[in-house]
């Protein structure tokens, strides 16, 4: 009986520290748009989101176009913001403004920092309520 009782014991420790180490350690973010391809496209609601950034392939501290494509958009305000974000790092604020050029087409230009720790991986989320904040994950080069 006191054998059965340590394996239940046991067992269920064992549980609750797989539970916690999942809970306290995620699995890592991995990129869901290979960025120096081409443009990357995503459903958001009822509207579909393409983020381009060029020149490719993009690299960190170098001045970069971001250009974003959302049909439809006659909701849009004529200024949409992209937040630039590192996946489990503050790397500051770094935000885009990205203006209305027509035809639904967003543009503005700014800079990918370079991370001290070497990580490589970022995260651009349109900051737009009506889309859910749609983002995009990529890796960016030296």
Same mark, same amino acid.
């Given at each position: 009986?006191?054998?059965?009782?340590?394996? #239940? !014991?046991?067992?269920? +420790? &064992?549980?609750? *520290?797989?539970?916690? !180490?999942?809970?306290?350690?995620?699995?890592?973010? /991995?990129?869901? $748009?290979?960025?120096?391809?081409?443009?990357?496209? @995503?459903?958001?609601?009822?509207?579909?989101?393409?983020?381009?950034?060029?020149?490719?392939?993009?690299?960190?501290?170098?001045?970069?176009?971001? !250009?974003?494509?959302?049909?439809?958009?006659?909701? +849009?305000?004529?200024?949409?913001? *992209?937040? +630039?974000?590192?996946?489990?790092?503050?790397?500051? @604020?770094?935000?885009?403004?990205?203006? #209305?050029?027509?035809? $639904?087409?967003?543009?503005? /230009?700014?800079?990918?920092? /370079? $991370?001290?720790?070497?990580?490589?991986?970022? #995260?651009?989320? &349109?900051?737009?309520?009506?889309?859910?904040?749609?983002?995009?994950?990529?890796?960016?080069?030296?």
């Amino acid at each position: 009986m006191v054998h059965r009782t340590q394996l #239940k !014991s046991g067992s269920i +420790l &064992l549980l609750l *520290l797989v539970v916690l !180490s999942a809970w306290m350690f995620p699995a890592p973010e /991995k990129p869901d $748009c290979n960025i120096h391809e081409g443009p990357c496209t @995503k459903k958001a609601g009822t509207a579909t989101v393409t983020l381009d950034i060029t020149p490719r392939p993009v690299r960190h501290m170098e001045e970069l176009l971001f !250009s974003l494509t959302v049909k439809p958009c006659s909701s +849009l305000p004529d200024t949409l913001m *992209l937040d +630039l974000s590192m996946p489990g790092m503050d790397m500051g @604020k770094n935000q885009v403004s990205l203006v #209305k050029t027509g035809n $639904c087409l967003y543009r503005g /230009k700014g800079i990918i920092v /370079k $991370c001290k720790s070497g990580r490589k991986l970022w #995260k651009a989320t &349109l900051l737009a309520a009506p889309l859910n904040n749609p983002a995009f994950t990529f890796d960016v080069r030296d």
